[in-house]
């Protein structure tokens, strides 16, 4: 073969290469635009799913039915946060979900839950653990401090939280004779069915007034009345005498049982006599005034310091 069918091979061989070259930059180029954004998507979720937002669950009540109220702080943080997640365990291990709204960045909010009865053998709710949601994807689980969990032995029957009309626990309705409810709230008078609520001799409620002008704020019937007057939280006639209303937000507990009753006015307590036996009969509850987590319980209550501390107005 001659110099030029040497030469002509010597082309042909590197235009070959070339085109090699080429074909392999090709398969690159497609390579990599379709694995790259795989890897980059994957390489995000592990990276989100692993993320985590200043949260802290300063308290939670809960009580023997399982209903519950878990009360969330966010420290700073500019994450636009979708919702949490709560996960309750109990004793022996298992778990059950509950989703909550969202929570801005310094806030602090209570978020309440019926009991849980969808998980099959699920016992008393041990801890409790909240995980922030962004964009779709699960952060890490923060699990309650063994000393923020308030275990309360008592059954609620009733609890109206006035994020709308309806009785969280019993199924009780109410109807507005006037004002209405807003922002969580009730500001004005309802008319609420007492289903279940007819107890005798035993019995508590739980409520959250705003101001200190005379009012009647919870009757039912001619059985027992609930009212504030000279500052001072009456009830049955029977006037405390240790701690005076605030202009804001008070929390009220009255006590009933057979040997002696209390009234409890932020957490201050104010022992008097049962007189007779009691009957809380079966007409229907008139709530009045600025009024926020009217609960009734079927016994008697002491530990009223973890129900002022998850719903205390900040």
Request: hydrophobic share 40%; proline share 2%; aromatic share 8%.
């Amino acid at each position: 073969m001659g110099n030029r069918g040497k030469a002509k091979l010597s082309q042909i061989s590197i235009i070959t290469v070339v085109l090699i070259i080429l074909i392999a930059i090709i398969l690159i180029a497609i390579i990599w635009n379709l694995v790259v954004p795989l890897v980059r998507e994957r390489g995000e979720e592990v990276q989100i799913g692993q993320f985590t937002v200043n949260l802290e669950i300063q308290g939670a009540v809960l009580f023997e039915n399982g209903v519950s109220e878990i009360r969330v702080n966010r420290k700073s943080g500019k994450e636009e946060l979708d919702s949490l997640r709560f996960v309750f365990y109990d004793d022996a291990g298992n778990s059950a979900i509950r989703e909550g709204g969202s929570i801005n960045e310094l806030e602090t909010k209570t978020y309440s839950f019926s009991a849980i009865t969808e998980v099959a053998g699920f016992g008393k709710i041990s801890k409790v653990g909240v995980a922030p949601i962004i964009n779709g994807n699960l952060g890490m689980v923060i699990e309650s401090k063994p000393d923020s969990v308030l275990k309360i032995p008592y059954s609620v029957a009733s609890w109206w939280r006035f994020d709308d009309l309806t009785d969280f626990i019993g199924g009780n309705v109410c109807e507005v004779n006037s004002g209405g409810i807003g922002n969580g709230i009730l500001n004005g008078e309802v008319n609420c069915s007492a289903n279940g609520l007819s107890f005798s001799d035993e019995m508590a409620i739980s409520f959250w007034v705003k101001g200190n002008s005379n009012k009647t704020i919870i009757k039912k019937g001619e059985n027992y009345e609930i009212s504030i007057e000279d500052r001072k939280i009456k009830f049955n006639g029977f006037l405390s005498d240790e701690e005076e209303l605030g202009e804001d937000w008070n929390h009220v507990v009255i006590s009933i049982d057979p040997a002696f009753s209390e009234i409890y006015v932020n957490k201050v307590v104010d022992t008097f006599t049962t007189l007779g036996s009691f009957n809380a009969g079966n007409e229907n509850l008139i709530i009045n005034g600025e009024v926020d987590n009217v609960m009734i319980f079927n016994r008697p209550i002491t530990n009223i310091v973890g129900i002022y501390n998850i719903q205390k107005k900040d």
